[in-house]
């Protein structure tokens, strides 16, 4: 086997050095804005070697002396130019914006890699959302083999997976919470971003912790040239950004959102029902870029994100006690403080350090004043992570690429601490420290053809008090050129996640809980194989897309039958259920229409998911909670007028399962003391668990994108109306027996008369139309008021960027 | 400002359209009718079994049977027939004797036939019991009794019991006799299982007095030695309740069934023991 490897890298090291190669790497950016163009497809014609940039904007490529670069990307002009290089070199090219809002669908590059979806902020700027406002993880939802959690959620289901199985990265950065105002919006503020890529299989081995899927954010950096900014309001949420330079150098961007609804919801408690109980709910988000850019070579970067959702409620007396004051806040989300290193040591090799620190938390308090003995009530569930990332890029030769690196991570888990002033209770021992680290190796090697072959290896080790795991994760991704337009891949994955997410539906207030492996509850494990072909034709106007999958998953964790929380339980390992197995498999399809009148997609999948636990369902097999056989969407960009834009998206999926009853019988009461005798009441027998299906989900959002500028300033602005569930169906959120369609629950076991029951569902987005207006400022608004180059841009021009290229 | 405006009257549009309850058009499934039989046995008290027929979904009431053959062994030895009296019960003439075992076979419509045991445990004595009247304070902010209490462990087999704190009060102060049943408070169901020593300690808080200051109270503390069935369905109840009925502010748990030990049908046939103590205060704020 051995000789086998030195046969080949012997023959690699001789491919390298028969030819005359120059290596020429580098960034791609927006001539206007600095900003970083990630997917952008680099070709050298002369000599026929093709690449893309990388998530940080990077791409290595290796040239003949004379060279035709050839740039492209999505919604920019293309860029051809002839070089005559002596060494290896590192270049910027700088791209032109095309059309604002042409042409957008998810963008189809041939360098494109299977099971990769990607989106830039174009795409994801015209897609129809809840609430008039681009949502990340709303549109991720359209893409097949993504589901939401629930309807709203921005919780994503992927290839069958649990909804804490996918590892959200904010510049590489782990978040752990996603959702605002209870999953209707996620965390990620648009403005923020440059370009998303999901990964639902086929994971590179840089990546590891969770076994579903890695959605990878990268963040806007600042305009390097002047300052510019936006202002956006909707129905939901007021934001803003600004972003420019600072110096030469430097750069910054920040954003924030805040919701508008806090004091109209606290002023509309208080006018109702005597002003007896107040509420209030609301979130904001703030984020911020500097990146340093001391050279072509260098790029320095802090990034800093808080976020967080709050609910409160005061309550000036109560049922039981007329004169009590109390109130009660909750409040959960994020923090995260991250920075990054990226340099391009030579032509050949680039690497990135990076350092964060991540935090989620859900904390409640609950206060009486002037009860007969003061109380505080507090409640924490928190998990911290401090990483380190250091990661090598090295470009061997022209089809060889090499990847290594390390991530160390530092885990502090808390499930739960609860402690009760005046009070007995108080469990506040739980928490649990982990060290995760892992090595990573990946070879990237193109061969004839249009072929690739992604060998890779992550070794993780876990280690806790009480447990030190060791996984070894083969990577293997391997894609075939059948002709320049046709290719087929086939790939295998394994991942570890040494972290569980206990979960249940229908809760506002987030009830996520993180709890790690531990001596009891072991890391989790899936193994995924796919295979797919993917087609381009019309001259890539259309391109299809069809991946069968398979993915089995290993000590998977849930709540224990009966339960939903950790709350008031000294040993939260007592109530997780530990030792699932889960089965997820599926064909997607999707075909795409890139360019023309109107641009498109139609997604189809169909999948099946199950779990099995010991302790539940008796130990059988059963469907997993959220799954749906058949999912679709249909997707239509038409561009009406030059300023004006229309969208529409279809959506259609099957109902999700349920627990149905299937009979009744009488069981004897258990307190029954305030009754003359002992009693009877009706009791339901459920059937197989998940046995039964909602009815089936679909709705039509259209959003109407209308471009003008400010009458005053002249500004750019864009008007954006939206209708959510345009034909108003009442898709299912979840099913519930009652006697009658109120909220009132009648209960037969505190010894109340027969009454008949009946199926319910509970319906929670009909028909919802919105608006939100967004106005740009600082934007070119021709190029007659270009500004100019200051003096000092121009000198750093000269100084960093002697070799950029423009068109 | 009128953007503002605007925006206030569709999010109250959108809050009060949202969230729609309506009933489903559903055909509840097929099911197949069996014997249901219940009865809880206490020690010293009249054998009664209740009788009915299980059913599908639908819009009535359950039926119970009132010409069932129930038939009745005691330590494996046939006793009775037991007779029915009304609303499906049935009773027998024999007592409940701890340390019995009682196995009940109902015949029905010579088609359907179910079957159960149980096994009445000897009661276990309650060593100690101490009532804190002021022990610790409730979510309300009002200060809370509570009940410490120890009991012998047999280590050598598994033992299952039921604490219930009864509350009593006394509407005539010149009566000796005149006490009432107000409540019960805090069960506690728990095993030996994890307990090694010799004594096993609890502590039961609870919500007292919940019925004012007016009257006189009085707390007894029952201890029921259970059988595991009846234990098993006590934790079945719990679990079946938190999944029976959604909440929106904190999720909604999977449903779950109540345990049964009726072979051939669905029921619970089991029974216990029981010790009393009245409580007496030794205050500890």
Known sequence: ?807 | MNFLRLQTVVLLIVLFSTSCRKPVNHDFPDFEKKLVVNSILVADSIIEVHVSLSDKMNYDSLAVLNNAEVSLYINDVFTEQLHYVDKGIYIASASVIKGNKYNCTVNYDELLEASAHCYIPIQTPITEAVLYENYWVNDEGELCPAVQFSINNNTSKSMYYNARIIAMNKHNSDSVNDWSFVEEFSIDVFSNEHESGLLINKNIEFNGNTQGTDCEFAYILELRTLNIDFYKYLKSVELYEIGRYPEFDSGIAAPYNLYSNVTGGYGIFTGYSSVYLNLFSSDKN
């Open chain 1, 1 to 807: 086997m051995l000789y086998k490897y030195l046969i080949l890298i012997s023959f690699l090291f001789f491919v390298n050095n028969v030819f005359t190669q120059i290596k020429v790497s580098g960034f791609v950016k927006d001539i206007k804005t600095g900003e970083l163009l990630i997917g952008a497809h680099v070709v050298d014609r002369n000599s026929n070697s093709a690449t893309a940039t990388d998530l940080n904007g990077y791409f290595a490529i290796i040239c003949s002396n004379s060279s035709l670069i050839k740039c492209s990307f999505i919604g920019y002009n293309e860029f051809e130019k002839s070089y005559s290089f002596k060494n290896d070199t590192v270049i910027e090219l700088l791209l032109k914006s095309g059309s604002e809002i042409n042409e957008i669908t998810v963008k189809a590059t041939r360098t494109a890699t299977f099971n990769v979806s990607s989106l830039s902020i174009k795409e994801l700027n015209v897609l129809p959302s809840l609430s008039a406002k681009p949502d990340v993880l709303k549109s991720a939802q359209f893409l097949p083999g993504i589901k939401s959690q629930s309807e709203g959620s921005s919780m994503l289901i992927v290839r069958g997976g649990n909804p804490g199985q996918n590892l959200y990265l904010l510049d590489e950065t782990p978040i752990l919470y996603v959702n605002h105002l209870g999953g209707f919006m996620s965390v990620f503020n648009p403005d923020m971003i440059n370009n998303i890529s999901i990964y639902k299989g086929g994971f590179p081995p840089e990546y590891g912790g969770k076994l579903s899927s890695i959605i990878n954010i990268t963040q806007r950096s600042g305009n390097q040239d002047f300052i510019k900014g936006s202002f956006s309001i909707g129905l939901t949420d007021a934001s803003f950004s600004v972003e420019g330079p600072i110096g030469e150098n430097v750069s910054f961007i920040v954003t924030g959102r805040k919701t508008l609804f806090d004091a109209l919801l606290y002023g509309a408690s208080k006018l109702s029902d005597g002003g007896e109980y107040t509420i209030m709910y609301g979130f904001h988000d703030i984020n911020s870029k500097l990146v340093w850019k001391p050279n072509t070579k260098n790029t320095i970067q802090l990034n800093l994100y808080q976020g967080d959702d709050y609910l409160a409620y005061w309550s000036k007396q109560n049922e039981f006690n007329n004169d009590k004051k109390a109130s009660q806040s909750n409040i959960w989300g994020n923090v995260l403080l991250s920075t990054k290193w990226n340099r391009i040591i030579n032509p050949s090799v680039f690497t990135t350090n990076s350092l964060s620190y991540t935090r989620y938390r859900n904390k409640s308090k609950y206060l009486i004043k002037d009860a007969s003995v003061p109380i505080k009530n507090k409640y924490l569930s928190s998990v911290q992570n401090f990483a380190f990332k250091n990661e090598w890029n090295y470009k061997v030769s022209k089809p060889w690429t090499l990847k290594v690196g390390l991530q160390n991570s530092w885990f502090i888990h808390n499930p739960q601490s609860h402690i009760v002033s005046s009070d007995t209770i108080n469990y506040k021992n739980s928490t649990n420290q982990a060290l995760e680290n892992a090595l990573f190796f990946s070879s990237q090697v193109n061969i004839f053809n249009n072929s690739r072959v992604d060998i890779g290896l992550r070794v993780v080790n876990y280690n806790t008090k009480q447990l030190s795991n060791i996984w070894v994760e083969p990577r293997i991704n391997i894609t075939m050129g059948l002709n320049s337009n046709h290719k087929l891949n086939v790939s295998f994955t394994k991942m570890s996640q040494n972290s569980h997410l206990l979960f249940t539906n229908g809760s506002f207030m987030s009830n996520e809980t993180w709890i790690p492996a531990t001596k009891q509850i072991s890391s989790a494990v899936s193994y995924q194989s796919s295979i797919g072909w993917r087609g381009y034709f019309f001259d890539g106007m259309y391109n299809t897309e069809l991946i069968a999958y398979y993915k089995n998953m290993k000590n998977l964790a849930t709540y224990k039958n009966g339960y939903y929380n950790l709350k008031n339980e000294n040993n939260w390992e007592n109530r997780v259920e530990s030792g699932g197995v889960g089965t997820a498999k599926g064909v997607e399809f999707l075909i795409k229409k890139n360019n023309g009148e109107w641009t498109g997609s139609l997604a189809y999948c169909f999948s099946n998911a199950t779990r099995q636990f010991k302790n539940i369902n008796n130990g059988n097999q059963y469907l997993y909670e959220y799954d749906r056989p058949h999912t679709a969407t249909i997707i239509v960009n038409k561009k009406i007028t030059a300023k004006l834009n229309l969208n529409i998206a279809w959506v259609f999926q099957s109902g999700l399962p349920y627990t149905q009853v299937i009979g009744r019988h009488y069981t004897p009461a258990i307190n029954f003391h305030d009754h003359p005798e002992r009693f009877y009441y009706e009791a339901l027998v459920y059937g197989e668990r998940n046995s039964a299906r909602m009815l089936n989900y679909h709705r039509l959002d259209v959003a109407l994108n209308y471009e003008i500028k400010t009458k005053k300033h002249g500004n750019k602005a864009v008007w954006t109306f939206g209708v959510y569930n345009l034909y108003n169906r009442h898709n299912s959120s979840y099913y519930y027996y009652n006697s009658n369609k109120t909220a009132e629950i009648h209960r037969p076991e505190m010894g109340n008369a027969f009454q008949q029951l009946s199926l319910y569902q509970i319906s929670l987005f009909p028909i919802m139309p919105s608006v939100s207006y967004k106005v740009y400022f600082g934007v070119i608004k021709d190029n007659k008021n270009k500004p100019k180059d200051s003096v000092g841009t121009k000198l750093r021009k000269i100084l960093y960027f002697e070799n950029k290229h423009t068109p």
